[in-house]
């Protein structure tokens, strides 16, 4: 299990940030005035320079220009992206593009593999600590790109969603309605099924949300998310309890039929 605040700076903060300050040394230019010419307090200059912090574009060109680096510093900018996903998903992510059978369960929220852009960029701009804009937007455009993977029609998805994530409103009103057709629409495809669990009482997914994985090689994979950590089982014994957890799940679920029902009945209410 690995959490994303417990993970080191990614390694192009610190290699860029010490580039600053070989550039700043070398021109003789003191960390005071490259935070004026930039409008950055010490701190922040500092915190940069030692990686904790991502090389912002306009220090990027201001320490270019004032250190005469002739483009080399602001030639980083490509390696200083924002991450597309959070850094404890990324192997689930990896398995996830390949895998020929995607088992998901939510308690909470629409699946990421199913939510409109309108939901994607209101949950991001929800994050605490706040995210840039730069960082909303590089992971909104990276959530819908994953969705084409719902378009390999020899893949097979199973979505099984809570009531609960229906009924929570995320975005406004409009945006909510136009999540619910999404999610109705989503689950027409033959390879693609999308189930509701009725709020009718307490079943083995109340405790939390999880997806299940079949990779071409047939082996099984289960993956857990939490706030700021994620966890990607190959583990037999935990793979199958959580397979268990599924089966019990489903006999709470209505038909895929009665759930498509189910959501356009939402939609048309609200």
């Given at each position: 299990m690995t959490s994303e605040a417990s993970q080191p700076p990614p390694m192009a903060w610190r290699y860029c940030g010490n580039q600053i300050k070989l550039w700043r040394t070398r021109a003789g230019v003191t960390r005071e005035e490259l935070g004026k010419a930039a409008n950055y307090e010490y701190e922040t200059i500092r915190s940069m320079e030692q990686g904790r912090r991502r090389p912002t574009l306009r220090l990027l060109e201001i320490a270019d220009e004032l250190c005469g680096a002739h483009g080399l510093l602001v030639a980083a900018t490509d390696y200083l992206r924002p991450e597309k996903f959070p850094s404890f998903s990324l192997d689930f992510m990896r398995y996830e593009a390949e895998a020929t059978v995607l088992n998901s369960y939510q308690n909470q929220l629409i699946p990421g593999l199913l939510q409109t852009e309108a939901t994607a960029r209101a949950l991001l701009n929800a994050h605490w600590p706040p995210f840039d804009d730069e960082t909303v937007e590089e992971r909104v455009a990276a959530r819908l790109a994953r969705q084409s993977l719902l378009k390999t029609q020899t893949k097979s998805f199973n979505f099984v969603i809570d009531e609960a994530a229906l009924l929570r409103p995320i975005g406004n009103a409009e945006t909510h309605i136009q999540q619910l057709r999404?999610?109705?629409?989503?689950?027409?495809?033959?390879?693609?099924?999308?189930?509701?669990?009725?709020?009718?009482?307490?079943?083995?997914?109340?405790?939390?949300?999880?997806?299940?994985?079949?990779?071409?090689?047939?082996?099984?994979?289960?993956?857990?998310?939490?706030?700021?950590?994620?966890?990607?089982?190959?583990?037999?014994?935990?793979v199958s309890m959580l397979t268990q957890r599924h089966?019990?799940?489903?006999?709470?679920?209505?038909?895929?039929?009665?759930?498509?029902?189910?959501?356009?009945?939402?939609?048309?209410?609200?």
């Open positions: 999404h999610l109705r629409t989503a689950g027409e495809p033959r390879h693609v099924t999308v189930q509701v669990v009725p709020a009718t009482g307490a079943h083995p997914g109340v405790n939390g949300s999880f997806v299940l994985l079949e990779t071409p090689e047939h082996d099984r994979l289960a993956y857990e998310e939490g706030q700021a950590m994620g966890a990607l089982y190959a583990d037999p014994e935990k089966t019990m799940i489903l006999r709470q679920a209505l038909s895929p039929e009665e759930s498509a029902q189910f959501i356009s009945k939402l939609a048309e209410e609200l």
